[in-house]
């Protein structure tokens, strides 16, 4: 079970790390009935890449480090994670949080720079 986005983009929430209103971060409009409705033009690209830089920095040479580490595992638990970091649990939410919402906002740049918009629809 989960909650999914779609539309321009598609995509499934990060499962107990990443909230349906992540995309909130990178601006756009939210229209909110059962589920979010997001809309970014290029007039969003500005306040888009400012997120995807803001995201970067805090991941800082984590970033990387997840992107290998999710290439090698199909699935994982945040004990698993913590101990290929050498870091708590709790921080292991706080890196995810980031890393699932980089992954998002890299989505959504993709998708307004090849087709000039993205919408999508957030599963509340």
Do not use: H
């Amino acid at each position: 079970m989960g909650r999914y986005y779609s539309g321009d983009i598609e995509g499934k929430f990060w499962f107990g790390v990443q909230s349906s209103d992540d995309a909130s971060f990178f601006g756009g409009e939210e229209l909110e009935p059962n589920a979010i409705s997001y809309y970014f033009d290029k007039d969003d690209l500005a306040e888009i890449e400012e997120g995807i830089r803001e995201c970067k920095k805090e991941l800082g040479e984590n970033e990387e480090k997840l992107d290998k580490f999710f290439g090698k595992v199909e699935s994982y638990t945040d004990e698993k994670v913590a101990k290929a970091f050498g870091i708590s649990e709790e921080e292991v939410m706080k890196m995810l949080e980031w890393y699932a919402r980089l992954q998002l906002g890299e989505k959504i740049l993709k998708c307004v720079k090849e087709n000039g918009e993205c919408s999508f629809e957030a599963e509340l």
